[in-house]
Structures are given as C-alpha cells and as structure tokens.
C-alpha cells in the first residue's frame, strides 16, 4: 500500500495558479503511475492527469490539457500538478492516486489520498 497526502490547494481567481503536491510513503513510489482526479459536489469523480512510473508518459483529460502540467520526483517520492490559467469550473476536491499501469480509468487506480480544495473564483 502507497499512502498519499495531498496539499497546495486554496482559493485563487479565475487566471490564476496553483500547484498541487502528493507526498507518498509506503511501498516504492517509483513502482506505480500517478494520477491526479477531482469530484465536485454532485459530480463523479473524474480523471485529471497522469504520469508514467518513470515521468516519460504522461496523459491528460481534454477539458486540462495545454493548462495543467503533471510531473513527479522518484527522489523525493512526490508528485505534482501545476495548474494555470484556472477556471470556474475547475472548482473540485483534487485527488491522488497510484495505479499500476498509466491509465485514464479511475477504477484502476487505488491508495487514494484525503484530497486537497480547489476553489476558483469568477
């Protein structure tokens, strides 16, 4: 078992930034892909970003790409989500997650962490 501990979120206007961290601890991190999802209130959980055990793959979901960037660091066992050019609607609980295989779907993925509040404001 991987455990995760989210932190970085916060309120921030529309435009603005944010960059999420994920700490994790327990089996070798550099074993799993990572991947970060949301849940907004009355929404199911939906993937957001995800990177390859080694950082070379990463993929996206369409409504992000080209504004969020996700990265990791096997030294230090975290992982990143750089946010930019925040909008309303990426207003959400934001979640990691280890997988064994780089994927899109969420039920592939476990060790969930407590989640970290994004808020953006119009």
């Known amino acids: 078992q991987v455990q995760l501990v989210e932190s970085g979120g916060g309120l921030v206007q529309a435009g603005g930034s944010l960059r999420l961290s994920c700490a994790a601890s327990?089996?070798?991190?550099?074993?799993?892909?990572m991947g970060w999802f949301r849940q907004a209130p009355g929404k199911e959980r939906e993937f957001v970003a995800a990177?390859?055990?080694?950082?070379?793959?990463?993929v996206y979901a369409d409504s992000v790409k080209g504004r969020f960037t996700i990265s990791r660091d096997n030294a230090k066992n975290m992982v990143y989500l750089q946010m930019n050019s925040l909008k309303p609607e990426d207003t959400a609980a934001y979640y990691c997650?280890?997988?064994?295989?780089?994927?899109?779907?969420?039920?592939?993925?476990?060790?969930w962490g407590q989640g970290t509040q994004v808020t953006v404001s119009s």
């Open positions: 997650a280890a997988s064994s295989t780089l994927t899109v779907r969420v039920r592939l993925y476990y060790d």
């Open positions: 327990g089996r070798t991190f550099s074993n799993y892909a």
């Open positions: 990177v390859s055990w080694s950082g070379a793959g990463t």
